[in-house]
Each structure stands twice: as C-alpha cells, then as structure tokens.
C-alpha cells in the first residue's frame, strides 16, 4: 500500500485547509485510514480517524469540533478538512492505513505516506 499527502500549506490562524492522501491499493475499503502529525521536537501524536465502515471517525481532544476526516473508497482518497486552524497546528501531517481498526497509536498502523507541512502563523 502506497500513501501519497499533500495539500498542506502556509496558512494564518483561523484560516483553513483541506489535506488529502490518495492510497494506492485495491483493498482501500479494507483498511481504516489515520491522520497523525508530528511537531518540531515532539512525537509523533494521532489527530483523527475513520473505519472502512461504516465510516466512524475518532479525534484527538485537541482538534474535536475544528477537524473533520471523511473518506471516498470509490476514489481510494481519504482527507483531513481543518478549520479554525492555531498556530499549535503546525506540523507534518501525515496519512497511515490499518488493517487492524480505528486505534490512536503510531504502532496499530501497518502503512505511511511521506507526510505534508502544515504551517499556521500567528
């Protein structure tokens, strides 16, 4: 499985942007797919994620309610819409795949895409 991110950016807070990962699998509906981010300095920490169904997405307390994760099977994408962005935001955002489930941790995701910069400036 192969994981491409893009769509990151300079943007200043309050703004938005919309991250996507296209994945490169013919069994995408099989895998629930994560979004994580990793700071300058910082591990890296789980942000949202969806199952293969029936589409239930998790969130990281710290982006409930201004991040939303949604998936399009058909088009094998998965994206990540933030708005009310902080300038704590800032980091590489990155897209992984599970075949195991829904999980928050780094360890529970089978697959990585190369990551994309996410900068929010005060």
């Known amino acids: 499985v192969q994981l491409q991110a893009y769509g990151g950016g300079l943007v200043q807070a309050g703004g938005s942007l919309r991250l996507s990962c296209a994945a490169s699998?013919?069994?995408?509906?099989?895998?629930?797919m994560g979004w994580f981010r990793q700071a300058p300095g910082k591990e890296r920490e789980f942000v949202a994620t969806?199952?293969?169904?029936?589409?239930?997405?998790n969130y990281a307390e710290s982006v409930k309610g201004r991040f939303t994760i949604s998936r399009d099977s058909a088009k094998k994408m998965v994206y990540l819409e933030m708005n009310s962005l902080k300038p704590e935001d800032t980091a590489i955002y990155y897209c992984?795949?599970?075949?195991?489930?829904?999980?928050?941790?780094?360890?529970?995701?089978?697959?990585w895409g190369q990551g994309t910069q996410v900068t929010v400036s005060s």
């Open positions: 992984a795949a599970s075949s195991r489930g829904t999980y928050t941790s780094v360890r529970e995701y089978d697959y």
């Open positions: 699998t013919p069994t995408f509906g099989r895998y629930a």
């Open positions: 969806i199952a293969w169904y029936p589409n239930t997405a």
